[in-house]
């Protein structure tokens, strides 16, 4: 099981108290209030007791069925009480543990050396943070009590109070809503989302998962991968993801490219790669030693390109005390290389886990249970800034965060919505999948308040989809790349996705970017996006119609540039040249004609004598580079052809331009 399903027990530290001083012993005497009902109740307690008194917390959640029948025989006894709050703190109704500790506090303080232990941490859990410091205070001063707790432990735990306060008075604007049609009464957890937020793969441990196989530690079902999609506005029930990515065994999410064709997996202590094919998800396959250790990997996520993953690694091999950092390793070809571990400013001598990375390429999201936590673990972020160093984390706040494990978040590319794994009050059972929606006035919320509040999320980065089909509209398999034009260099590739023939890809801000789609048989299309001037989130939809190669045929080459009223190719165009390159050798027997265009500003004669020159230009640079001007035609248009109306900007750019047809 993945490591966070320590969340299901979060009773920190004192799971692992010694019995003695401990157990409050339930008196016959006093428990029997009545001789109706009396033999039945008792039989209960002396069932829960033996149980309980094995002081192992794995089989409070068995005991707490039989303490609560024979609660409904005597609610008041003290002792009774105390159990059955011990016994909820340990399960997945925490916040239900406040008042019967509080009924057993009210009867004898010192009924077990435990007891304000036990009542502050459910009173963190309630988001009652003054009485919970006061009760750490308390409890403190049982010395042999705070050695086997630990100091440093209760320390931390009043920061998270104090913490907890400063967020809860100024909370983030946000919605969050249980996902009701996805949730289930059993844990659903590790959300995972495509960069266009169509779909979704979780880990449930729902009936009917792994064949309805059964773990021995905690009898839960084993824990299976599934799919939904949105639609019509609304996430559809889930299906299981299959027998491709399914086994009898315990089978997790981990991460999903924000394409969504390639997902990372978790399985017996392991990060495993599977690829979306037309038959469906490969099986996986585990990443190398680089990546995966003898320890614990059990979280990732890759960079918008694919060519980094940022992973958690733990330091035992029990995943109960892996106690996880952040590491990140980048792709060299095939290869990946040795992990390096994120700064000390990101990794505390805490818990990480949970790794996310927008499709910005900068923006790195993770749960902690260091830095500024309100309790378990909170969700931060930090920016991977332009020196390469990391920005120190931000809380995204309150009710974002809560004192209970707050955990595996993603957000839609346009930073408005999240996904994460939470155990709330209106969760179903054990842990649900939520989603939080950010409102216009976004702020997280920041614990330390010599720091300036930072904006919600912002995402500066183009997502841009399609589908691609031929000119009748078949769908098309299609080869997506995308270039930076000032380096010239291919930076990401991806293809269609081979049921829907639709892309998607993430262009962070910064690069002037040409997009190259082709299939075998077909003329490329190209656009380009020039976002060195941009700092806000836009998403495109561009669908493309790709022309066969047969006489006749043309396409626009948008990534050709010239300086204002010059004809000499730019360098930033000699990715797309490469492309007619390529384009040339592949098809020898095509001839291509070469046309410029401009729009309607200046003379008729100007504008067709500055097409010409642009047009013979491309060619001598595509005779430069082996290409026989036998094969090449140049025309100059001028104004004649307008792809678009000169009376807009909009359209005087559309007409300046360079289109490439066989003749």
Same mark, same amino acid.
């Given at each position: 099981?993945?490591?966070?399903?320590?969340?299901?027990?979060?009773?920190?530290?004192?799971?692992?108290?010694?019995?003695?001083?401990?157990?409050?012993?339930?008196?016959?005497?006093?428990?029997?209030?009545?001789?109706?009902?009396?033999?039945?109740?008792?039989?209960?307690?002396?069932?829960?007791?033996?149980?309980?008194?094995?002081?192992?917390?794995?089989?409070?959640?068995?005991?707490?069925?039989?303490?609560?029948?024979?609660?409904?025989?005597?609610?008041?006894?003290?002792?009774?009480?105390?159990?059955?709050?011990?016994?909820?703190?340990?399960?997945?109704?925490?916040?239900?543990?406040?008042?019967?500790?509080?009924?057993?506090?009210?009867?004898?303080?010192?009924?077990?050396?435990?007891?304000?232990?036990?009542?502050?941490?459910?009173?963190?859990?309630?988001?009652?943070?003054?009485?919970?410091?006061?009760?750490?205070?308390?409890?403190?001063?049982?010395?042999?009590?705070?050695?086997?707790?630990?100091?440093?432990?209760?320390?931390?735990?009043?920061?998270?109070?104090?913490?907890?306060?400063?967020?809860?008075?100024?909370?983030?604007?946000?919605?969050?809503?249980?996902?009701?049609?996805?949730?289930?009464?059993?844990?659903?957890?590790?959300?995972?989302?495509?960069?266009?937020?169509?779909?979704?793969?979780?880990?449930?441990?729902?009936?009917?998962?792994?064949?309805?196989?059964?773990?021995?530690?905690?009898?839960?079902?084993?824990?299976?991968?599934?799919?939904?999609?949105?639609?019509?506005?609304?996430?559809?029930?889930?299906?299981?993801?299959?027998?491709?990515?399914?086994?009898?065994?315990?089978?997790?999410?981990?991460?999903?490219?924000?394409?969504?064709?390639?997902?990372?997996?978790?399985?017996? @202590? &392991?990060? $495993?790669? =599977?690829?979306?094919?037309?038959?469906? /998800?490969?099986?996986?396959? +585990? #990443? *190398?030693?680089? !990546? %995966?250790?003898?320890?614990?990997?059990?979280?990732?996520?890759?960079?918008?390109?694919?060519?980094?993953?940022?992973?958690?690694?733990?330091?035992?091999?029990?995943?109960?005390?892996?106690? @996880? &950092?952040? $590491?990140? =390793?980048?792709?060299?070809?095939?290869? /990946?290389?040795?992990?390096? +571990? #994120? *700064?000390?400013? !990101? %990794?505390?001598?805490?818990?990480?886990?949970?790794?996310?990375?927008?499709?910005?390429?900068?923006?790195?999201?993770?749960?902690?249970?260091?830095?500024?936590?309100?309790?378990?673990?909170?969700?931060?972020?930090?920016?991977?800034?332009?020196?390469?160093?990391?920005?120190?984390?931000?809380?995204?706040?309150?009710?974002?965060?809560?004192?209970?494990?707050?955990?595996?978040?993603?957000?839609?590319?346009?930073?408005?919505?999240?996904?994460?794994?939470?155990?709330?009050?209106?969760?179903?059972?054990?842990?649900?999948?939520?989603?939080?929606?950010?409102?216009?006035?976004?702020?997280?919320?920041?614990?330390?308040?010599?720091?300036?509040?930072?904006?919600?999320?912002?995402?500066?980065?183009?997502?841009?989809?399609?589908?691609?089909?031929?000119?009748?509209?078949?769908?098309?398999?299609?080869?997506?790349?995308?270039?930076?034009?000032?380096?010239?260099?291919?930076?990401?590739?991806?293809?269609?996705?081979?049921?829907?023939?639709?892309?998607?890809?993430?262009?962070?801000?910064?690069?002037?970017?040409?997009?190259?789609?082709?299939?075998?048989?077909?003329?490329?299309?190209?656009?380009?996006?020039?976002?060195?001037?941009?700092?806000?989130?836009?998403?495109?939809?561009?669908?493309?119609?790709?022309?066969?190669?047969?006489?006749?045929?043309?396409?626009?080459?948008?990534?050709?540039?010239?300086?204002?009223?010059?004809?000499?190719?730019?360098?930033?165009?000699?990715?797309?040249?490469?492309?007619?390159?390529?384009?040339?050798?592949?098809?020898?027997?095509?001839?291509?004609?070469?046309?410029?265009?401009?729009?309607?500003?200046?003379?008729?004669?100007?504008?067709?004598?500055?097409?010409?020159?642009?047009?013979?230009?491309?060619?001598?640079?595509?005779?430069?580079?082996?290409?026989?001007?036998?094969?090449?035609?140049?025309?100059?248009?001028?104004?004649?052809?307008?792809?678009?109306?000169?009376?807009?900007?909009?359209?005087?750019?559309?007409?300046?331009?360079?289109?490439?047809?066989?003749?």
């Amino acid at each position: 099981m993945r490591k966070v399903f320590a969340i299901l027990s979060l009773v920190i530290a004192a799971q692992t108290v010694a019995a003695q001083g401990q157990i409050a012993a339930i008196d016959q005497t006093e428990f029997k209030i009545k001789p109706e009902g009396f033999a039945d109740a008792w039989k209960n307690v002396k069932n829960g007791n033996k149980l309980f008194d094995t002081d192992n917390p794995s089989l409070y959640g068995d005991a707490l069925p039989f303490y609560l029948e024979a609660y409904k025989y005597n609610s008041t006894n003290p002792e009774l009480n105390y159990r059955i709050g011990v016994c909820r703190l340990s399960g997945n109704d925490k916040e239900k543990a406040l008042p019967h500790l509080q009924t057993a506090y009210r009867h004898d303080h010192a009924l077990a050396p435990l007891l304000p232990y036990y009542l502050a941490r459910a009173e963190m859990l309630n988001m009652m943070f003054d009485s919970a410091e006061i009760h750490f205070d308390e409890f403190a001063k049982n010395k042999a009590m705070l050695a086997k707790i630990g100091s440093a432990n209760i320390r931390k735990y009043k920061e998270q109070c104090a913490t907890g306060r400063q967020m809860m008075a100024n909370p983030v604007d946000v919605t969050i809503t249980n996902i009701a049609t996805i949730n289930s009464q059993w844990p659903d957890y590790s959300p995972i989302i495509n960069a266009d937020g169509s779909m979704m793969m979780f880990t449930s441990r729902r009936e009917g998962s792994s064949n309805n196989n059964t773990d021995k530690v905690d009898g839960l079902f084993n824990e299976d991968i599934y799919i939904s999609y949105f639609k019509n506005g609304a996430w559809q029930s889930p299906v299981n993801a299959g027998k491709s990515l399914n086994t009898d065994a315990h089978d997790a999410t981990v991460a999903l490219s924000s394409d969504g064709l390639t997902l990372l997996t978790y399985t017996m @202590g &392991d990060l $495993y790669i =599977s690829h979306l094919k037309k038959e469906g /998800w490969t099986k996986p396959e +585990k #990443l *190398p030693a680089t !990546i %995966n250790s003898e320890l614990i990997e059990n979280s990732a996520c890759f960079s918008y390109d694919g060519n980094t993953i940022y992973f958690i690694r733990g330091r035992h091999q029990d995943p109960a005390k892996s106690n @996880g &950092d952040i $590491y990140v =390793s980048k792709r060299t070809g095939n290869s /990946w290389s040795r992990a390096v +571990k #994120l *700064p000390p400013n !990101i %990794n505390t001598k805490y818990d990480e886990d949970g790794v996310f990375m927008l499709p910005d390429g900068k923006t790195l999201i993770f749960s902690s249970k260091g830095h500024n936590s309100m309790g378990g673990y909170d969700i931060f972020k930090t920016t991977l800034k332009s020196d390469g160093t990391w920005s120190d984390p931000v809380n995204l706040g309150y009710p974002i965060n809560t004192p209970a494990d707050n955990v595996y978040y993603v957000l839609s590319a346009d930073g408005k919505t999240g996904y994460y794994s939470a155990e709330r009050s209106d969760s179903k059972g054990y842990t649900d999948i939520y989603m939080v929606t950010y409102n216009q006035t976004s702020q997280p919320a920041i614990a330390d308040k010599a720091k300036e509040e930072e904006p919600a999320i912002v995402t500066q980065m183009t997502l841009v989809t399609g589908s691609v089909t031929d000119s009748k509209g078949n769908a098309i398999a299609a080869e997506v790349e995308i270039y930076d034009n000032d380096k010239n260099e291919l930076v990401y590739s991806t293809s269609t996705n081979s049921v829907t023939s639709r892309y998607v890809v993430s262009l962070p801000a910064g690069p002037n970017y040409g997009m190259s789609i082709k299939a075998d048989g077909f003329l490329f299309h190209s656009e380009n996006f020039n976002l060195k001037n941009d700092s806000t989130f836009s998403k495109k939809e561009i669908n493309v119609n790709l022309q066969k190669i047969e006489e006749g045929s043309k396409t626009v080459l948008n990534n050709l540039f010239f300086d204002t009223d010059k004809w000499d190719v730019k360098p930033e165009s000699e990715s797309e040249l490469n492309q007619i390159v390529a384009l040339m050798n592949k098809n020898a027997g095509i001839k291509l004609e070469i046309s410029g265009h401009t729009d309607s500003s200046g003379s008729k004669e100007h504008n067709k004598t500055l097409s010409e020159k642009r047009a013979s230009s491309v060619i001598e640079w595509l005779a430069a580079h082996g290409i026989s001007k036998s094969r090449l035609t140049a025309r100059g248009a001028g104004d004649s052809e307008p792809a678009a109306d000169n009376a807009t900007e909009e359209g005087r750019k559309a007409n300046r331009r360079v289109e490439m047809k066989i003749l």
